[in-house]
């Protein structure tokens, strides 16, 4: 195996043995040919399209999902992945089917593939894992490496792990009722451009370098609609104070990024008396009017994702995970996890939330839930809540603060947390800022620090921690800070602003593109770069964008340079 998608990755080089995050080699392989499948799913696919095939949009929510398995922290499973591959191949052949027949109908000749993805099969119709993981060997994307060198093969990765990115938020987009039909289309037009685009262009740091960029701007779309379907399901995000003391009696779990599976557990336990509590990336369910008016959303339980094997199993009832990140389950609690959508593990339960809710709800009767109120524990409470719409209402405050001299800099820290110690540079930056600033931040890089009190913002009234939710809500802060650009006739590179992005796994790359893509120059990145990112790459950037590494052993340093700069 060779996997180095992810922050994490050993050795900051790639995982060779096992994944860090627990993924096995014959994972890895399967993932490896999922992908090398999808490449000629979207071969056929783009040809189909250009020749003018309207495209099922479940064959774009079908790439979006096989994609999103792929990431980091997802799927843990072969048998899924032997499914998923059975699946893409037969996919792939209807939509070459699809293309021979408008080629037929219009006179043109077809394009002939008897090679590569679009022609792969599973060797003499063998389908067993073991085979599928032999196959899945040949096709890592190290391959790139002697045809293309290092430099381009490593951007070319990034193409690959940002449209792995983009196209998780956009499954979760088109659950939200948005159109994703362009971005499907996009996404099978990169994969066929990788394959077969033209040499000259394919062998051009430059050309690759804009290729990547052009994913980061149709990820810009992608978070625009979830965003919008968000709203659309839920209500804008307004404040609120989630309690973190779990109330007494039976109790759900539910984490992961997907609020539309929260709805629909939240409908299903509806005057069942059982609390459904938020974990990891699904504390901001808490900030939307019309989650929260299911009086049974009883509260936030635990932290950030790495902390599963501590948190779990002091949890008593059952626990829901509707996307990354999970890890290995402990015995303790492995039989009363779920899995929905693209995640799993071997042995844990894969169910559909349709049709198998009531087995989780009859778990949670017959286990313990939380016992009656201890009123030594004092109540604590996180606060969500300031999306886009609660900093634009108070954008005047803000510019004024800013006029005054009450407000200095905004800082931007967020993103992914992680298991890491030095992912506590970013603790230690927001605890060290000064008064006059205050930070925004989405992501699960914020459970390091969102129990902090900062307080509030000199006579504005605003709280200096602003949570604007998830990681997809980042999309919110570049609306703001182009308000405020605009309100001060200046550019963002211009505005007292400086990010710092805590990145971990492949939507953080989409994230990251989309900003390159937006011009937005002097993000520090970290705990550390990541490695597809080669030196020579890294030179343009850094000219380009003058990107840099945050300084994990010096975050007081870096805070006074950020103080320091435009
Ligand atoms: Fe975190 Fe995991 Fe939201 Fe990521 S839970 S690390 S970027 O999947 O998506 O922030
Ligand atoms: Fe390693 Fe990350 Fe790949 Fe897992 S996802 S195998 S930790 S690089």
Redesign the pocket.
Known sequence: MYCNQCEQTKNRTACTAIGVCGKVPKVAHMQDLLIHVMRGVSIYGHRAAQMGVVIDERVYDFMFGTLFST???VNFDPMRFRSYILEAVGVREELKQQYLEACQKKGVAPEEFSSGPAAWFPPDGSTDEDTLDEEGKKFTLTNDVPIYGADIAGVRQMIVFGLK?MSTYARHAHVLGQDMKDIGAFVMEVFDFLENGPVEERNDLAAMLGWALKVGEANVKVMERLDIGHREQFGAPSPAQVSTKPKPGKAILVS??DMHDLLKILEATEGTGINVYTH??MLPAHSYPWLRKFKHLAGHFGG??QLQQFEFPTFPGPVVIT???MIEPMKSYKNRLFTLNDCGWPGVEHIDIARDMDRVIKLADELKGFPEADDKTEEQFLSVGFGRDVLLDNADKVIEAVKSGELKRIFVVG????AEHKRNYFATLVDSLPPETVVLTM???KFRFNRKELGTLGTTGLPRLLDMG???DSYGAVVVANALAGAFETDINSLPLSIALS???Q??VA?LLSLLHLGVKNIRLGPVLPAFITPTVLDILVDKYQISAVDVRHPKEDLKLMMGSS
């Open positions: 990431l980091t922290n990115g992961g990024h990891g990336e950030a994702w996307t990354n990140c993103g992914c947390d992680g992501g699960c890089a998830q990681c997809n990145w971990f796994e939507k953080a994230v």
